[in-house]
């Protein structure tokens, strides 16, 4: 038996295949997705999802969004998602600093956009980590 997983961002389909198992990072912790899994709506907390597929494992980064389990078919709805090839360290720390750098200069910011700043820095260490992770 297998999954199927499709991992969408408002820009882009980031992930479409067949797999064995995914771990979802959610608001509430890990959860392990199996076949046969039961019907399921959960809020996605930026970190690192993990997709095995026979004896690899791929790592994605996600941002905010939600996943969905219905049957054998996993879709997640992503702020923001990257497979960790296409993943840039550079241009990640570079991204990361400035947004650090506008969080300490803000005194009286919008907390709209505060927040917003806050995730683009949560979402760029899991980035980092992901890419980092087989050093």
Known sequence: MSLILEIVTPEAKVYAD???????PTVEGEIGILPGHIP?????????????????IQWLAVGGGFAQIDGDTVRVLAEHA????????NAVEVAMKRAEQELKAANDMDPQQYEHLQSLVRYSGVQLAVKRRRR
């Open 18 to 24: 067949t797999i064995d198992s995914v771990v979802i």
């Open 82 to 89: 990257i497979t960790e090839e296409k993943i840039d360290e």
């Open 40 to 56: 399921l709506l959960t809020q996605i907390e930026s970190g690192e999802l993990r997709v095995t597929k026979g004896n690899s």
